[in-house]
């Protein structure tokens, strides 16, 4: 049997290897629970089965319970698989791996607002994932699995899922995830090498599914591809607005959450959006927005407290920027057109060729965002919901005080709660070495894959460091209150995990409240007045 069959069978919990250069099949073993398992009882009518039904298509996808985690530790460029799996065998999750929420924005579609799907007739198979993003190539980029050319599109309105349901009426709460690396890089969908290869992989592995909630992963428009303004595409607007596709992608995303997720067991009105890094910026421009009103019922803005936003006119000659460095100076329908007939890889490269004079960056369009995001939220128009603002302890620093103010005009103008937390857990092996919590480090607790933490030396860590971070038993616990706190803040607006001893109180003026994330969490007051990084405990 070879590789991709495995991938594709799709009543069995198959032991994946997320290696992130090569293809490394660890093999896989029978699975204890069948589609007909999951109908005992007397609910057998909305027994979750394959196909399920979405508004385009019937989608099929592909039942998994454990993954082995596989790497290249970069500082010897040996092959490294972990004996540590991560989920439990017989405990499976469905996962739908590319299902499309737009249409593909090529062509004359390049630069404007998503589109509907065309529906499909017959089964759709959703089991390997889609491309990732066009943008500049990284092919020794190790969380991305060294993706060339080849594993890039624009072709990339594609989104995720993985359930623990066995039925439709289970309504588990849903947590909506973003990639970082800016708005230029990053996936959420790695193809690379081999399909289901990459760090991204990680996403949809069992741990936090099996916490009762569903996951979605988002694939969308990044770079000049996802965020470039130009007079001539303000100019064929109806809404005399341009830039911002990639976040108008994650709106639609989240409108085919509303429609699609209950067949896969979710509750539509217990939608939580969050991202790090890049991903954290993207939440807050979500939480500013007018569009997605109503679209999310909490959120998390993990190390990506972007409160900016330029003018349009200011986006709109970086476009014209852009364009005259493809040899293109008409500003109006000509021009556009000379630029929808570039690849995507000249517009990528053009991009990032010195003088560096095209800037991706969130438009102030008057529609999709009426203002800076820091004006929006000082006047109280951000969506009232329940929202989790945190840093890494490596990453606090000058600006954290106004950010703490700003959290505080916030918070007296809403009814919904905001909280604040600083994620300081660090192994001890690395802790020892005098590793602080850096940017990223939380991720891998909250999707219960501490094994991801050796990705990192010799990307955001030194390479120095050994490449045992010396994991124990007090990681393991961080990793699971981070998604049983995940779970119950998706499903509460609360994120105290009370059956582990965690009371976590809302961000107020003056005490300014957080949660110091290590073992065990700390309840502290002061937020904004923390100006140094932050050592683990």
């Known amino acids: 049997m070879n590789w991709k069959s495995i991938l594709q069978l799709k009543f069995v919990g ?17 699975a204890t629970e069948k589609d007909s398992d999951w109908g005992r009882g007397d609910d057998f009518a909305n027994l979750i089965v394959d196909p399920i039904k979405t508004d385009a298509g ?27 799996l991560l989920g439990e065998v017989g ?25 509907p799907v065309t529906p499909w007739q017959g089964i759709r198979e959703c089991t390997e994932f889609t491309p990732m993003a066009a943008q500049p190539f990284q092919p020794l980029n190790p969380f991305w699995g060294n993706i060339p050319e080849s594993g ?15 039925h439709q009426h289970e309504r588990l709460p849903v ?3 973003v990639h970082g690396g800016g708005l230029t890089s990053g996936t959420d969908s790695p193809d690379g090498v081999g399909n289901y290869m990459g760090a991204a992989g990680g996403y949809l592995a069992a741990p936090l599914p099996n916490h009762g909630v569903v996951v979605v992963t988002i694939q969308h428009r990044i770079g000049p591809i996802g965020y470039m303004a130009h007079p001539a595409l303000t100019a064929e607007s109806p809404h005399h607005a341009s830039g911002n596709y990639g976040q108008l992608d994650l709106i639609a995303a989240l409108q085919w959450v509303k429609k699609n997720i209950a067949a896969f067991g979710g509750d539509p009105h217990k ?6 890094s890049g991903g954290g910026a993207k939440t807050n421009w979500l939480m500013a927005s007018p569009l997605s009103e109503g679209l999310f019922q909490s959120a998390k803005c993990e190390s990506g407290f972007s409160t900016g936003g330029s003018p349009l006119a200011t986006t709109e000659q970086y476009g014209v920027n852009l364009a005259v460095k493809l040899g293109i100076t008409d500003t109006g329908a000509a021009g556009l057109a000379a630029m929808r007939a570039k690849t995507w890889q000249q517009i990528v490269t053009a991009a990032n060729t010195p003088p560096l004079n095209y800037i991706s960056t969130f438009t102030v369009d008057g529609w999709s965002l009426t203002d800076t995001i820091a004006n929006i939220f000082a006047a109280g128009k951000d969506h009232d919901v329940p929202y989790i603002v945190g840093y890494a302890g490596a990453e606090i620093g000058a600006s954290n005080p106004a950010r703490g103010q700003l959290l505080v005009t916030m918070s007296k103008q809403r009814k919904s709660p905001i909280y604040t937390y600083v994620y300081t857990q660090v192994p001890d092996g690395w802790k020892s070495q005098g590793v602080f919590a850096w940017h990223g480090s939380d991720v891998a607790s909250e999707f219960g894959d501490t094994v991801a933490l050796k990705l990192f030396p010799g990307a955001l860590l030194p390479i120095t460091l ?3 971070p010396g994991v124990t038993e007090k990681d393991v616990w961080v990793s699971e209150f981070m998604m049983s706190m995940l779970a119950h803040f998706a499903k509460t607006g609360d994120p105290s995990v009370r059956d582990m001893g965690v009371h976590w109180p809302a961000y107020t003026d003056p005490q300014q409240y957080y949660l110091d994330i290590g073992f065990r969490p700390l309840v502290k007051p002061g937020y904004s007045t923390l100006v140094t990084p932050q050592p683990p405990r």
């Open 175 to 177: 947590l909506v995830w």
């Open 14 to 30: 198959v032991v994946l290897a997320l290696a992130l250069t090569v293809t490394i099949p660890v093999g896989y073993v029978a």
């Open 58 to 84: 019937y989608v099929s996808g592909t039942m998994i319970d454990v993954v082995q985690r596989c790497w290249i530790y970069i500082p010897t460029g040996e092959i490294q698989c972990s004996s540590t």
């Open 271 to 276: 939608v939580m959006f969050f991202g790090q």
């Open 91 to 115: 405990k499976a999750v469905r996962v739908y791996r590319g299902i499309p929420y737009a249409a593909p924005p090529v062509g004359d579609l390049r630069w404007k607002p998503p589109q």
């Open 152 to 166: 890039m599109s624009e072709d990339v309105l594609y989104l995720n899922v993985a359930t623990p349901a066995k």
């Open 466 to 468: 050994t490449s045992d």
